[in-house]
């Protein structure tokens, strides 16, 4: 009977460690670099996958979530519904938002407001007059102080915006005549938030994901953990060397690290620098005496909107709205100080 009993207890061992084994999933990286919303976008996935059977390419569906987001909020693109609003703009019958549209829409203004209008999303016909984007591919030489907008060209720009004059009703957007927006300081931020989601939703299906670091240029999103149990760090760049990092973030879960600044889309004309951040106060590139603000928050579309806000606003004031929406901030001068919230000094550590 002991020796039955005995019996037994091994023969369960061996069925309960067969079958660890066999539910023990292997993690797999996947990784990828691509282009998107006119940035390098690097994905480093991992991926509990339980049989060979259920290789889901979860970096190709990101990809596509991408492109899908920028084909639908991208005003260079005539089809986006960004660019229906603002062929809408002036039209009394305004411009159904999609659901997936209403309520990031909705943070955007909230944001638009808390800052006082530093981040305005109206301040598009500002930032096309400057058109930075377009200046940064040109040579030096095909640059002269004649392509800089003049005080009245800006003051005539500066008439059609502010945040204040967007309504929203019914689940639709009214812009005045002349209006338009540009999601340029919030998108990538919003794509990020739809990456989670996706990310998340992955747990019910066949491959699980563990953790995932995806870069869209300046924003970092972080998800779930290594494999090895290690910390996630994301570095920060200097904005004095651009090649080089001032320190690095020791994060752990799902994070988002937004970064604005004035040291890659800029353009030297005479000696001036002339960045692509513009304070809708004045109609000029911001200079508020920080090259860089780096936000830690726990949304997407939030972190992105408050590194342009924070950039425009400088330290005290950027201090304040950090601490208002309860994010980490860490700002770099421009006399080279690097200025941060308790929380943020809490996981930075600095280059060695
Ligand atoms: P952020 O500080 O996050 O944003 C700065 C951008 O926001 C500016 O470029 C301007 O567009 C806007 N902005 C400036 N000042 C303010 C302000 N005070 N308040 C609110 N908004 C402001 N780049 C290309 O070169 N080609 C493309 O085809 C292209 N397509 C894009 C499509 C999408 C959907 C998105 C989101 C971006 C795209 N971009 C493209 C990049 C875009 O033009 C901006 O350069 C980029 O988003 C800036 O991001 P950032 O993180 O550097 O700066
Ligand atoms: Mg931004």
Redesign the pocket.
Known sequence: MKRKKRFLLWAMLVILSFSIYGCSSQVKKQETTGVA???IVTQTVYVRESSKEDKTDITAQITNLLND??AQ??W?LDTSDVSHINAAAGNAEGYELPENLSENFEVIWQVSKASGG????T??PV?RLWD??TWVMKEAEELSAEIIPTKEQIKDKLSVTGYEDVAFADGKIYLPEGYML???????GMACDRIVELLESQEQGNAEVQGAVISL???ILTYGSKPDGTAWKVGIVDPFRPDRYLGALTLSGTKFV???GDY??YVEIDGVRYH?????STGYP?DSGVRSVTILSENGLIG?AL???C??LGREKALELAKEYEVEILIVTQDGEIVMSEGMEKVFSLSK
């Open positions: 919303m006119g940035t987001t920028e909020i991208s260079r530093a981040f305005d999303l301040v598009a930032v930075i984007d540009d999601l340029g300081a919030a998108g990538k240029g300046g924003n937004t970064t604005s890659e889309r692509h951040i513009i304070d809708p911001a992105d590194s342009t806000a950039f425009v």
